[in-house]
């Protein structure tokens, strides 16, 4: 009987997990919008700075 190729199984197990991997952030990339912001909530949330002081005459 042949002894076990270990490398060669390592090998595969580390290749199916990069194209899965590539095939996750593929599908990602088409959800995402390409000429928008990374992020659905920054563009619809105010900028955060300090808040203006009230005029005091």
């Known amino acids: 009987m042949p002894t076990p190729n270990?490398?060669?199984?390592k090998r595969q197990r580390e290749l199916a997990k990069?194209?899965?991997?590539?095939?996750?952030?593929?599908r990602k990339a088409e959800h995402?919008?390409?000429?928008g912001p990374a992020s659905d909530?920054?563009?619809?949330?105010p900028p955060q700075g300090p808040a203006p002081a009230p005029a005091q005459d």
Not at 6 to 9: C, F, S
Not at 18 to 26: A, D, P, Q, S, V
Not at 32 to 35: I, K, S, V, Y
């Open 18 to 26: 990069k194209r899965k991997k590539e095939e996750k952030l593929k």
């Open 41 to 45: 909530t920054d563009a619809s949330l």
């Open 32 to 35: 995402r919008p390409e000429d």
């Open 6 to 9: 270990y490398a060669y199984e």
